[in-house]
């Protein structure tokens, strides 16, 4: 079983950036496609980003696109999402999460193992 921890939210202005990382322990992720998904208050979860096992494949929700990269480091059992020009809609919490072995990198039934999450707050 594979125990995923989020560091690296925090507040920041609208504009700024933040670097979040997704630290796993367990067990390798290095088999497994990785995701970031966000809930706002009051809205459902919903898909941010996401990875391959390998790091050649990325997958971005539209709003994120050119401003998040999502990026892995199997050497640290690691993943990460740098996020530049945040805006304040993109205030929420953000959950890092495994893929199942075979599933859909965009749906969130298809994450098997979720982090705890970290808050994200942007300011206008």
């Known amino acids: 079983q594979v125990q995923l921890v989020e560091s690296g939210g925090g507040l920041v202005q609208a504009g700024g950036s933040l670097r979040l990382s997704c630290a796993a322990s367990?067990?390798?992720?290095?088999?497994?496609?990785m995701g970031w998904f966000r809930q706002a208050p009051g809205k459902e979860r919903e898909f941010v980003s996401a990875i391959s096992d390998s790091g050649g494949s990325t997958y971005y929700e539209d709003s994120v696109k050119g401003r998040f990269t999502i990026s892995r480091d199997n050497t640290k059992n690691t993943v990460y999402l740098q996020m530049n020009n945040l805006k304040p809609e993109d205030t929420a919490v953000y959950y890092c999460?495994?893929?199942?072995?075979?599933?859909?990198?965009?749906?969130?039934?298809?994450?098997?193992?979720w982090g705890q999450g970290t808050q994200v707050t942007v300011s206008s």
């Open positions: 999460a495994q893929r199942a072995y075979i599933g859909s990198y965009y749906l969130l039934n298809d994450y098997d193992y």
């Open positions: 367990g067990r390798t992720i290095s088999i497994y496609g």
